[in-house]
Nanobody, 114 residues
Framework: QVQLVESGGALVQPGGSLRLSCVAS??????MGWYRQAPGKERELVAV???????NYADSVMGRFTISRDNAKSTVYLQMNSLKPEDTAVYYC??????????WGKGTLVTVSS
């Protein structure tokens, strides 16, 4: 069983920055990524990083967010810059375990407001 623990969510002013972290226990992961869900909206993909290859981002965060991973620490990060009120959401990390399935974190709240 894989467990994910997210951290880094907070209240931040528009234009500010945050760095989210997600530590996963055990296993070898292929893709790792982040989704978010704003109040009253469906969960949407924010960014994904494969074990090898190119990263992908939602158009709405392109150029502002950067996803990275440290395989030795089983950790995926999301650096968020130039935050906007519309970035307010619960952010969920996930990992795809090779030979198994996708696992999800419980979410961390990001609020962008003045």
């Amino acid at each position: 069983q894989v467990q994910l623990v997210e951290s880094g969510g907070a209240l931040v002013q528009p234009g500010g920055s945050l760095r989210l972290s997600c530590v996963a226990s055990g296993s070898i992961f292929s893709a790792m990524g982040w989704y978010r869900q704003a109040p009253g909206k469906e969960r949407e993909l924010v960014a994904v990083i494969p074990r090898r290859g190119n990263t992908n981002y939602a158009d709405s965060v392109m150029g502002r967010f950067t996803i990275s991973r440290d395989n030795a620490k089983s950790t995926v990060y999301l650096q968020m810059n130039s935050l906007k009120p519309e970035d307010t959401a619960v952010y969920y990390c996930y990992v795809d375990v090779i030979g198994d399935r996708r696992y999800w974190g419980k979410g961390t709240l990001v609020t962008v407001s003045s």
